[in-house]
């Protein structure tokens, strides 16, 4: 598993790879905790990157609720994007889609949260 | 070794409105319009064969009450819910009430919803009877006399005409119940809650319910796992989403469909059935949550299959 940030002017894309799971989901939920400091009222926007996740059980959606929570209580927006399509389902079935705004691509996300983020985001040419 | 369910709902026991009834009518008219079903066999075969099951049955409303079959002529059931008092009729119709029987009952824990049919338990107010209730928790005969009596009853306990005894029981300690082997395990819930693995010839049921798994703790996964290892089968608290049980219901003590799915994979069991439904889901809601917690057990098996079912008052399984 691992955590890869970009920075768009003021939003945090966070790319996550690998499996989430019983053997991962501590140092998933230490790296994520770690990199939400600035998401928070006024600050960054924090898009998680889910394309390269191809597993992920339910400690992982355990470190995903408590990161929501903590950004919530920062005042942050944090979203997720481009779930792969068995992910995309157990977050369906864990109702996960209840808790987290998805996005199907990066792209469309970063348009969400922050004008300044997608322009960086385009003129870096980034997916 | 036979299971039957007689209760099998959550926290309070609920029943279909008339309108979730007329809902069920007009959809199997409709499926069957135009349909030659003019006698009893033929609506039969139709409504057994072509009707989905939310549109055929209710999963019903009673809370928890599971019997197991033992094969030695005495009753073994966990819990006494309200699904205690349709098993208590049964049970007398099947030998009438001049043959005096013996009764073990497994108790999670003395929640309101897990003791409720005793007073309504007709075997419990027969002189010959004996109903042994076991348990976990100190406060378990207190529990069950204070149902009794004014001003919730009429009927005081002394009164009750059975030999009612209580056996305490000890986490981790296996213990012989009509010839079951029964080691309870202490669970997470509100003023604790025990789960039960019950073994005999071969075969292994595990009780879990009322039990909440929050993940933040390894160790206690591993040791569900262990719990639950190689079992026929897990009858198991599903009553929360997984997003519920972490979120706005986190710490009310129950736990979800993927958690059981995940832990039945740890432990290679065999057939994990969903147990102690919330109130508020339908028939129709149970029913997505079934074809929803197959879907998940797929998408994320290994190299081993796990049967999913979900329970209903009256359902038996055969171990």
Known sequence: MKLTPRRFADTIVLSVSGRVDHATAEAFKEALLGQLGTCATDQDRVVLDMSGVDYIASVGLRALMLASRQAKAQGGVLVTAALQPLVREVFEIAHFTLIFKTFPSVRDAVAEVSSAGLAAFEAAGAR | ?319
Request: charged letters at 20%.
């Open chain 2, 1 to 319: 070794m036979r299971v039957r369910f007689w209760g099998t709902r959550g926290s309070i026991p609920v029943v279909p409105t008339s309108a979730a009834i007329q809902r069920k009518l007009v959809a199997a008219l409709v499926k069957g319009a135009g349909r030659a079903l003019d006698t009893p066999d033929k609506a039969r075969a139709f409504v057994e064969q072509e009707l989905d099951f939310a549109v055929s049955h209710t999963f019903g409303g009673n809370s928890s009450c599971v019997e197991i079959e033992t094969g030695t002529g005495e009753y073994v059931l966990c819990d006494m819910g309200s699904g205690a008092r349709p098993f208590a009729v049964a049970a007398l119709a099947r030998h009438g009430p001049g043959r005096p029987q013996t009764y073990h009952v497994l108790i999670s824990h003395p929640h309101w919803d897990h003791i409720m049919g005793f007073p309504f338990f007709l075997p419990a107010y027969i002189p010959g009877n004996v109903v042994r209730i076991y348990g976990g928790h100190a406060t378990l005969e207190e529990a069950f006399r204070r149902q009794h009596g004014p001003p919730s009853f009429p009927v005081e306990f002394g009164q009750l005409g059975a030999t009612i005894e209580f056996v305490p029981l000890v986490p981790g300690q296996p213990n012989d119940v009509a010839g079951l082997t029964v080691t309870p395990k202490l669970q997470r819930h509100g003023g604790d809650s025990y789960g039960y693995r019950i073994e005999r010839a071969g075969k292994t049921l595990v009780y879990s319910t009322d039990s909440e798994h929050k993940l933040d703790d390894e160790s206690a996964v591993v040791a569900f796992a262990a719990f639950f290892r190689e079992a026929d089968l897990v009858i198991f608290d599903a009553q929360y989403s997984l997003a519920d049980a972490m979120s706005v219901k986190e710490d009310w003590g129950h736990s979800s469909n993927i958690v059981g799915v995940e832990l039945c994979q740890m432990a290679r069991a065999k057939h994990l059935c969903l147990y102690h439904h919330e109130p508020m889901l339908d028939d129709e809601q149970l029913a997505a949550l079934l074809g929803e917690t197959r879907r998940f057990e797929e998408i994320t098996r290994g190299d081993h299959r796990i049967e999913v079912s979900v329970a209903y008052d009256g359902m038996e399984l055969t171990l």
